[in-house]
Antibody, heavy 118, light 108 residues
Framework: EVQLVESGGGLVQPGGSLRLSCAASGFTFNHYSMNWVRQAPGKGLEWVSY????????YYADSVKGRFTISRDNAKNSLYLQMNSLRAEDTAVYYC???????????WGQGTLVTVSS | EIVMTQSPATLSVSPGERATLSCTASQSVNSNLAWFQQKPGQAPRLLIY???TRATDIPARFSGSGSGTEFTLTISSLQPEDFAVYYC??????????FGQGTKVEIK
């Protein structure tokens, strides 16, 4: 069974940093690209970042470019999102999502809430 | 960036009735279109990919159709557990992967 478990969310002040983690199991992690997708309270889904299986290819949404860094450790079956210079508008539930064929997202974790507030 | 537009924003349906949800892309996405279901406090769940292929363990009452720019998700006979928010997403041209704003299916 595919499982994705996010952690690391919490309350942080504007301008602060946070590092999210996603622990993967139930599939061969190093064969799959991965994504972060977020959802602000009461809002829709917004893709945030993508990393290929080997970390060779990385993409970011314009809204987070230069502030967020995606990475992965295939030996630990883990995905990460380093978030710096956080803003109130970054407040959201952050989901990690596996990318399947054609790079579509198929399995999603339960999410971790990030709240940026003073 | 491809903009995805869903209609209606809210759909009021009685249990057992048919629900039809629409999704329009600002340019062709071929058949690279997915539908997700999201219930309160839960992660999105993949229902349909390739515009019309049901994902694993998705009941046959869910069906998808369309190609190019116009897509439809049909729920043939709404069950109590189907009341939720539904999102379409294109994965034809990325980045970015883009979602519609969602359609809430509520009990009439």
């Amino acid at each position: 069974e595919v499982q994705l478990v996010e952690s690391g969310g919490g309350l942080v002040q504007p301008g602060g940093s946070l590092r999210l983690s996603c622990a993967a199991s139930g599939f061969t992690f190093n064969h799959y690209s991965m994504n972060w997708v977020r959802q602000a309270p009461g809002k829709g889904l917004e893709w945030v970042s993508y990393i290929s299986s080997s970390s060779y290819t990385i993409y970011y949404a314009d809204s987070v470019k230069g502030r967020f860094t995606i990475s992965r450790d295939n030996a630990k079956n883990s995905l990460y999102l380093q978030m710096n210079s956080l803003r109130a508008e970054d407040t959201a539930v952050y989901y990690c999502a596996r990318a399947s064929e054609l790079e579509r997202q198929d399995y999603w974790g339960q999410g971790t809430l990030v709240t940026v507030s003073s | 960036e491809i903009v995805m537009t869903q209609s209606p924003a809210t759909l009021s349906v009685s249990p057992g009735e048919r629900a039809t949800l629409s999704c329009t892309a600002s340019q062709s996405v071929n058949s690279n279109l997915a539908w997700f279901q999201q219930k309160p406090g839960q992660a999105p769940r993949l229902l349909i990919y390739g515009a019309s292929t049901r994902a694993t363990d998705i009941p046959a009452r869910f069906s998808g159709s369309g190609s190019g720019t116009e897509f439809t998700l049909t729920i043939s006979s709404l069950q109590p557990e189907d009341f939720a928010v539904y999102y379409c997403q294109q994965y034809n041209k990325w980045p970015p992967w883009t979602f519609g704003q969602g359609t809430k299916v509520e009990i009439k």
